[in-house]
């Protein structure tokens, strides 16, 4: 589901007919997502793989056996999705 999200002018002024940004736009085209893991508090909610579409990988017991790094641009919004479900913050978008 895409989101949108309008962008407000001030009083008086009309906003720019292109200022219409979706839920990707942290995320511009040729901006590079890294992802960095903290294993260790992973506790095993499976949340993010979930959430993500498997983008991550768990191990056999349901934590996290995916390695930090960069996210390809198609699948940063799956990798978002997965990040963000975590309850236990295991992961940091940078």
């Known amino acids: 589901m895409k989101v949108a999200q309008y962008i407000t002018a001030p009083a008086g002024e009309t906003p720019d007919a292109g200022a219409l940004m979706t839920d990707n736009r942290s995320f511009a085209e040729g901006v590079v997502m ?10 095993g909610h499976a949340l993010c793989a979930l959430m993500s579409d498997d983008y991550f990988t768990l191990d056999d017991i349901g934590h996290i056996a995916s390695t930090s790094g960069e996210v390809p641009p198609d699948d940063q919004n799956r990798a978002r999705r997965g990040v963000e479900a975590c309850p236990e913050r295991v992961f940091t978008i940078s």
Request: aromatic residues 0%; charged residues 30%; glycine residues 0%.
């Open 34 to 43: 890294n992802i960095e893991i903290d294993s260790s508090k992973c506790q």
